[in-house]
């Protein structure tokens, strides 16, 4: 069964809560994932920012507008319990609980109406349930159709350069990874004819105890096949080389990555989708416009001793 909207998850959580104790928040995405009979891939789902499951999230959203609905409150940190208006609402066997459903109270309309910021200008709360996602999954499908877009220009602005200035970038990515230190001391693109099939080399750390050898092709359509990664293989053999990159704009045929996977040589292979990531993760080509933070309630400051 899939994962529940957080619409989904709002009846259940009143039913869990009819013994009028307190439950704990993480207690109850324990029962919604055993009631919805979620794989253990999906209790582990985490949302694009990794930094917490799916399911929790959607639990913590549906508790938070029951909770301004009056039908759930707060008793202490991370726990909650059933209200008198909670039961009255069960008393009425309602099949099921959503936003539109809450909209009859009025501190929940209120809520909606502040949150909302008159996003229809009549200041009255949206009844229309234009979708089953909690803010955070919709903020980050937003953060990540931006960046994809921002991915795709960018390698496409890679594609136009030359060459050289590639070898170059992808020195320039590394050292910013990481690896060496300064792009002065840490790596030089090499990038010459009778090069031997080496575009660059890096060190591996400050103290250039190991180097790493890179092969960039900026390629548009045309596939990198293992012919080419054992050419490359070839040239770290005749530098007694163990580790290189093999970077490029385009992208490897399934037997390329075969073939790195049955070398003693340690030689990893990124292309033109990852190499986009890894230049926004690392700044390479692209300057930050806007930051956002999102914050929620501390909530051990509102204790009181």
Do not use: C
């Not at 089953?132 to 159709?145: C, G, K, V």
């Amino acid at each position: 069964m899939a994962i529940p909207d957080f619409q989904s998850s709002m009846l259940p959580l009143m039913k869990y809560a009819t013994d009028k104790n307190e439950h704990a928040s993480r207690e109850a995405t324990d029962y919604l994932a055993q009631l919805f009979q979620l794989t253990d891939e999906e209790k582990e789902t985490l949302l694009p920012s990794r930094r917490q499951t799916i399911i929790a999230n959607r639990t913590y959203w549906a508790l938070t507008h029951l909770k301004h609905a009056g039908l759930l409150e707060t008793t202490k940190r991370g726990f909650f319990q059933i209200t008198q208006r909670g039961m009255d609402v069960l008393q009425l066997n309602p099949t099921r609980i959503d936003l539109k459903f809450l909209s009859q109270y009025p501190e929940y309309i209120e809520f909606r109406r502040t949150s909302k910021k008159d996003r229809n200008g009549a200041g009255e709360i949206e009844t229309e349930i234009l979708s089953q996602r909690t803010p955070e999954e919709l903020f980050e499908e937003s953060y990540n159709s931006i960046r994809q877009e921002l991915a795709q220009e960018l390698i496409a602005q890679v594609k136009k350069a030359s060459p050289a200035f590639f070898e170059s970038l992808v020195v320039d990515l590394l050292v910013k990874m990481g690896y060496g230190g300064s792009r002065k001391d840490a790596g030089e693109a090499v990038g010459k004819s009778g090069d031997e099939g080496i575009d660059g080399i890096i060190k591996e750390d400050r103290l250039g105890l190991d180097a790493i050898y890179i092969q960039a092709k900026r390629w548009d359509e045309r596939t990198v096949g293992s012919p080419d990664i054992q050419q490359f293989v070839g040239a770290l053999y005749g530098k007694r080389a163990k580790k290189g990159i093999f970077i490029t704009t385009s992208n490897f045929s399934p037997a390329a990555h075969q073939y790195v996977n049955n070398i003693d040589n340690k030689v990893v292979l990124i292309d033109g989708k990852q190499l986009a990531q890894l230049m926004i993760d690392f700044n390479v080509g692209v300057s930050r416009i806007s930051t956002y933070e999102i914050k929620k309630i501390d909530t051990d400051y509102f204790t009181e001793m």
